[in-house]
């Protein structure tokens, strides 16, 4: 049986859901993203039924979701970074990855696979609770649509790591689950169809940002608008790109801006600010564990050569010569993005030392990623760094704007949002625009924040042979294989092949 059906089955037992229902349900930290839940309870209270959507959010923890595998196969996968730590540390093949050199086997491809998924069954448990539930209408559909917009969230990713993939669409019995129907790949259309309902539903039913049941973290028409502006830019539906992140932009779905500070953005004070359209929620919780597990820390500045010191993590992701050759002289976003390891070493904002490029694997780390252990909320598990991750935010919908308003001809549009983004980075405006200055300041305003790889790919189908250029200029061979991952090969043989492998791998 194939492994996203067996999670399915072992997450969808009929008396028991993921999500601990003993806490305030406005509090994220302390919500398991799995645990036992009355179902009849789920369905009728307002407070336990606020849990049980609650648990959906924090399954993003999940390191095969948003960890170490989502780095490599984002950051790491496209021109932004390098594999980083060291030459003998490959686990479990990243450097494979780093090549475009990737096959079926490596466990990375299967966990992004298995990780998804089960948030998909989680999403379609809440949402066959919350449909059948006597809760009152508004607020029913307004925790129906967070977790739609959850679910869509995750196939979008799945969508753009593999193409095609199966659509499972609700709980599914053990019989079903060993149907062909929940064992083959639906096509990149059908997701895409399914995923822009799902966002259609939750733009027309959750809050607007401030209103009620919105505290940090949970979805807002705002938010809704966001995404769903972005995956038709993915579809170049351009005119509905457009006016969905218009709606963001003259504030019709919320209030929204971008932060002074664009250093500010990543650290613990930035955090849900006026700029945050949807982040993944951490802190401290009884047990140490409300973070995405290893995110930061697989980021971490890592010993080498000398050694000699306490390091900060493993030392993946390492911010690549390609990426510096983007910036232009005096934009401030180049330091607030990574961290250079001087040659008398360097003293982060924190007053953290890393010691001098002898003393360390690589000469250069992502700042983004960084988490202070010693001037924001830490309680010493280093593997779940209370790092809260950036998914959609603001200065992403002015770029969405100016992409969608280029298209359709509207050039000043298109240059007010791109020279909006200069004078926080300490740069002159734009005199002109075309879409390669629009694509250029997506990837400087953007660095190593997960979606460079998708938008090369995106790029390629509106100019061929974009993305080959890049991953070219930063010394990788792009093949059209590599539009997309292959399916793992676990996941094939459970499904006694049904499942079938994408071209060329």
Not at 122 to 145: D, M, P, Y
Not at 379 to 400: H, Q, S
Request: overall charge negative.
């Amino acid at each position: 049986m194939n492994q996203i059906h067996k999670n399915t089955v072992l997450w969808c037992l009929p008396a028991i859901l993921l999500f601990s229902g003993i806490f305030a349900c406005n509090n994220y930290l302390d919500v398991k993203p799995q645990g036992q839940l009355n179902e009849e309870a789920a369905a009728s209270d307002p407070a336990t039924a606020q849990k049980l959507v609650i648990g959906v959010y924090n399954t993003m923890w999940e390191g095969n979701m948003h960890g170490f595998p989502f780095v490599v196969m984002t950051n790491v996968a496209s021109d932004d970074a390098d594999k980083g730590s060291n030459a003998t540390d490959d686990l479990p093949n990243s450097g494979r990855i780093d090549n475009l050199d990737m096959d079926a086997s490596i466990n990375h491809i299967n966990s992004i696979w298995s990780g998804y998924y089960l948030g998909i069954a989680r999403a379609n448990q809440a949402i066959q609770v919350l449909g059948g539930s006597t809760l009152e209408e508004t607020l029913k559909n307004q925790l129906l649509g967070e977790v739609r917009f959850l679910r869509a969230y995750f196939y979008f990713n799945l969508v753009r790591f593999f193409g095609g993939v199966p659509e499972v669409d609700k709980v599914i019995s053990p019989q079903e689950a060993a149907s062909a129907t929940y064992q083959t790949k639906a096509t990149k259309d059908e997701i895409y169809q399914f995923i822009i309902e799902d966002l259609e539903f939750a733009l027309a039913n959750v809050a607007a940002k401030g209103g009620a049941n919105t505290s940090a973290g949970r979805v807002t028409k705002g938010a809704a608008a966001g995404m769903l502006a972005k995956v038709m830019l993915y579809r170049q539906n351009w005119q509905r790109a457009y006016s969905l992140a218009d709606s963001v932009i003259t504030q019709k779905v919320g209030a929204y801006g971008l932060d002074n500070s664009y250093f500010d953005i990543w650290r613990e004070t930035g955090a849900n600010s006026q700029e945050s359209l949807f982040e993944v929620q951490t802190g401290i919780n009884s047990i140490c564990e409300a973070g995405i597990a290893s995110y930061a820390e697989c980021q971490g500045v890592r010993a080498g050569g000398k050694f000699g010191w306490a390091d900060l993590g493993w030392g993946f992701g390492a911010p690549s010569q390609s990426l510096l050759n983007e910036y232009a002289a005096g934009d401030t976003r180049r330091e607030a993005s990574i961290i250079f390891i001087g040659a008398t070493g360097t003293v982060l904002w924190d007053g953290v030392r890393v010691p001098s490029q002898d003393s360390v694997e690589n000469p250069r780390y992502n700042y983004k990623s960084y988490h202070s252990q010693v001037k924001e909320s830490y309680c010493g598990n280093r593997g779940r760094m209370p790092k809260n991750l950036r998914i959609l935010r603001y200065g992403e919908i002015l770029l969405i704007r100016a992409e969608a308003a280029f298209a359709l001809g509207n050039t000043a549009t298109a240059l007010a949002d791109v020279n909006a983004l200069h004078p926080r980075a300490g740069l002159a405006p734009l005199g002109s625009i075309d879409r390669h200055a629009i694509w250029h300041e997506r990837r400087v305003e953007l660095a190593l924040e997960h979606d460079r790889y998708f938008d090369l790919i995106r790029q390629d189908e509106v100019e061929p042979g974009t993305a080959a250029a890049a991953f070219a200029a930063h010394g990788k061979t792009f093949a059209a294989k590599n539009k997309v991952f292959p399916i793992p090969r676990q996941q094939i043989d459970l499904s006694n092949n049904n499942l079938v492998q994408n071209d060329g791998y």
